[in-house]
């Protein structure tokens, strides 16, 4: 199954040179192993918005075990992040649905593309990606920003 690109806005100009997501992927520790090539792909395969492959960027391990979250207490989930370039994302959710998993039901996908205001969350069910973060209100909604925002 393809996810669709409609829910994704295309880059007013396909010639920018900066289109940032963020990127975190929340697993099963041993899942650990797909999630390093998720990041190779994206480091060296994934396409573009604007063209095909070519790598738009990776992940990094952010609970690892020399790693300290706030809280003085070692976190008991495994997560990934990156900040993709111009990453094509329904190919980057595609990605990641088809991967098969040691445990799907614990893959979450959170994604905050470029001038969005919050991560839009992603879980795989019945080996589909679907999205669990609200659809309404969206930042281009009246109201959603104070009046007084930047």
């Excluded at 649905?97 to 614990?106: K, L, M, V």
């Amino acid at each position: 199954m393809t996810i669709s690109a409609a829910r994704f806005e295309s880059v007013p100009d396909n010639r920018l040179v900066s289109w940032v997501t963020n990127l975190m992927v929340s697993v099963d520790v041993m899942d650990g192993p797909n999630v390093e090539a998720l990041s190779e792909w994206l480091r060296t395969e994934a396409p573009l918005r604007d063209r095909p492959g070519g790598g738009c960027g990776f992940l990094s391990e952010t609970t690892g075990q020399d790693l300290q979250w706030g809280g003085g207490k070692s976190p008991e989930c495994t997560v990934w992040a990156g900040a993709l370039n111009n990453a094509d994302l329904p190919a980057v959710l595609d990605r990641v649905q088809c991967i098969a998993w040691r445990c799907p039901s614990a893959v979450q996908v959170f994604l905050m593309d470029q001038q969005e205001a919050y991560f839009r969350v992603w879980m795989l069910r019945d080996g589909t990606l679907q999205q669990y973060a609200p659809t309404v209100p969206d930042e281009k909604d009246e109201g959603f920003f104070p009046d007084d925002y930047g």
